[in-house]
C-alpha cells in the first residue's frame, strides 16, 4: 500500500468511526420520497407511487400505511415526506409541525372518500339512520330485533383511535361521544372487511374502496337514504363524504413536488377511480 493510499484509508475510517461518512449517490439519481399515515389511503398511494415510477424510472416512492395519527406524528419529526391522512390534521398538530419545521403544513387535498357502513351480505337491512348508527356505536342499541332485523346482539368493529377514520366517525356519527366498550377496535380498514364478512350479527365502517364481500348500507340523514356513489359524493348528498389529504412540510423538495403534481393530474385521479375513491372533479 502507497502512502498516499495509505491516508486515504484512514481518513475515510476516521470519518465513518465519527458518523460523517456518505455514500455516493450518482449524479442523475433522484430521493426517495417517503409516504405514511392513513391505512384507508395505503393501497391508493401505493398504486399512485407504482404508476408515477413506471412514467419516471429515475423516481422512488416509498409508501407505508400505520393509521394518519402515524402519519402525522412522523411529519411533525420530520421521519416522513408525505403524510397521508383521512381527517383534517388538528390545529395543535399544526403547531408543533410551526414549531418544529418554522413554517405551516401544506394542505393537499387529493382525492374523495365516502366513508361507508358494511354489514354481513345475509343482513336484511338496506339502509339505516345516522342516529341509529349512533346508537349502535354508543352501546344504546345492542339488537337487531330493535331495528327491525334478527334477534341477536349487534357486534360492532370499529378502527384503533390513531386512525383519521375512527376520528372522522366518532366527530360525525357519534358527535364526539364515547365508543361502546364493546366495540372491537381492529388495526385496519382491511381487517374489519375481513370481521364483517365473517360475522353475521356484524357492523363496521370504512373506506369506500374497501367495499367487497360485504353489504354496503345506505345512509339515512332527514328522509333519503342515499349510498356512496360518484353523484352523491359530487352533489354532498352522502352524508359521510370527506376529502383525503396529503400534508407536507412547507417547503417539498422538488421530488416530493414532481409527486404530488401528478397525483392531482388527470393520470393520478384516474388511479382514485380505478382503486374505487372518488376524483376531485
Known sequence: MNRRHGLATVLAIGLAAAGLATT???AHAQATVTVKGSDTMVVLGQRWAEEFMKKNPKASVQVTGGGSGTGISALINGTTDVCESSRSMKETEKKQIVEKAGASPIEIPVAKDGLSVYVHESNPLSEISMADLKAIFTGKVTSWKELGGADAKIIPYSRENSSGTYVFFKEHVLENADFTPRAQNMAGTAAVVNAVSKDKVSIGYGGAAYS?????????????????????IKDGSYPLSRPLFFYT?????????????????????????????????
Do not use: C, H, M
Not at 360485504?214 to 337514504?225: C, P, S, W, Y
Not at 417547503?251 to 374505487?276: R, Y
Open 24 to 26: 455516493a449517490r450518482p
Open 212 to 232: 367487497k364481500g360485504i353489504k354496503v348500507l345506505k345512509i339515512k340523514k332527514g328522509t333519503a337514504a342515499v349510498a356512496p356513489s360518484d353523484a352523491t
Open 249 to 281: 412540510r412547507a417547503k417539498p423538495t422538488p421530488e416530493v413536488k414532481a409527486f404530488t403534481d401528478w397525483v392531482l393530474s388527470p393520470e393520478g385521479q384516474a388511479i382514485v377511480v380505478k382503486v374505487g375513491y372518488f376524483p376531485l372533479k
